[in-house]
């Protein structure tokens, strides 16, 4: 059983940028696809962004395109997201989450299919 330590959040004026982190432990973590969610107050965890085993693909959600990059170093059991361009509606607790993944290229956006999470890392962003 893995498990995941976010860090890295924190206050942000709009437009600013933040690195996330997510270190692993407890399990083999490249046999997991691996993600970060958000959850804003009063609304539902949503998809960020995904990744595959091997770190070859990756999936993003609208909103986040061309902003937000997720990265992996499986040498170093980690997991990044870099955010840029940050709104004030990126306000929300990110969560890194760990799916046991049979496929290297597959990525799981649907928060109930996760099998691992960590407790999150609030990042506030101010207008």
């Known amino acids: 059983q893995v498990q995941l330590i976010e860090s890295g959040g924190g206050l942000v004026q709009a437009g600013g940028s933040l690195r996330l982190s997510c270190a692993a432990s407890g399990g083999i973590f490249s046999s997991y696809a691996m993600g970060w969610f958000r959850q804003a107050p009063g609304k539902e965890r949503e998809f960020v962004t995904g990744?595959?085993?091997?770190?070859?693909?990756?999936s993003i959600a609208e909103t986040m395109k061309g902003r937000f990059t997720i990265s992996r170093d499986n040498a170093k059991n980690t997991l990044y997201l870099q955010m840029n361009s940050l709104k004030s509606e990126d306000t929300a607790v990110y969560y890194c989450?760990?799916?046991?993944?049979w496929g290297s290229g597959r990525v799981y956006s649907e928060p109930n299919g996760m099998d691992y999470w960590g407790k999150g890392t609030l990042v506030t962003v101010s207008s």
């Open positions: 989450a760990a799916k046991t993944a």
């Open positions: 990744i595959s085993r091997s770190g070859g693909s990756i």
